[in-house]
């Protein structure tokens, strides 16, 4: 059973910092891209950073220059560096293995002005 669990969300002012990171289990998470998506109340939900297995990464326009993505394939983890936070930032951020219909549950970010 392939699960994804998100952590490291919560409330941050303006300009502050948070880390996200997503667990997996129950697949072998090395050979998959994995992304972080977004979506904030009555938008569609949208990519924010993907990875490949190489280790090669795409950002969201939006979010280019603030966010870092990273994978762990030892630990099978996928982080979320989010800097210099505004309150357009502000959603439910969800893990997402490419290639399958698997995502986690979310965890919500908030910024404040």
């Known amino acids: 059973q392939v699960q994804l669990v998100e952590s490291g969300g919560g409330l941050v002012q303006a300009g502050g910092s948070l880390r996200l990171s997503c667990a997996v289990s129950g697949i072998n998470f090395r050979i998959f891209t994995m992304g972080w998506y977004r979506q904030a109340p009555g938008q569609q939900r949208e990519m924010v950073a993907q990875i490949s297995s190489g280790g090669f990464t795409n950002y969201a326009d939006s979010v280019k220059g603030r966010f870092s993505i990273a994978r762990d394939n030892a630990k099978n983890t996928v982080d979320l560096q989010l800097n210099s936070l505004k309150p357009e930032d502000t959603a439910v951020y969800y893990c997402?293995?490419?290639?399958?219909?698997?995502w986690g549950q979310g965890t919500q970010v908030t910024v404040s002005s």
């Open positions: 997402k293995i490419l290639g399958t219909t698997n």
